[in-house]
């Protein structure tokens, strides 16, 4: 996910309801751009720790998704594998789609 302009949109919103909030209010020009250049810094600050955030959380989900966008699930050594979960490693199984049945080996 491209979080470059998260901080952007965070601050843009807060801007704008900042202006909307000091006209209402019928504030004199100073204080409405004293109020805006705060609001923008406090805004900004808030919007790159949310970025951060994101991408911490990106990174966290990218580890447990392989290339074909398929959930990995992690299991312990010595576990065996839930009924019609296809591990490769257990007798019986039929081999996926394009793999070779080594020579010798017999279903039964």
Partial sequence: MNTKKVPLFIMLLAAA????????????????????????????????????????????IDDSVDDEGEVVEKTAEGEEGTEGEE????????PAEGEEVPEGAENG
Avoid: P, Q, R
């Fill in 17 to 60: 309801v900042a202006c909307i909030v000091t006209y209402l209010e019928h504030y004199d020009l100073h204080d409405t751009l004293v109020v805006l250049i705060i609001v923008l810094i406090l805004f900004l600050i808030i919007g790159i720790i949310v970025k951060k955030l994101l991408d911490k959380f990106e990174i966290s």
């Fill in 87 to 94: 591990t490769g490693t257990e007798e019986g199984e039929v």
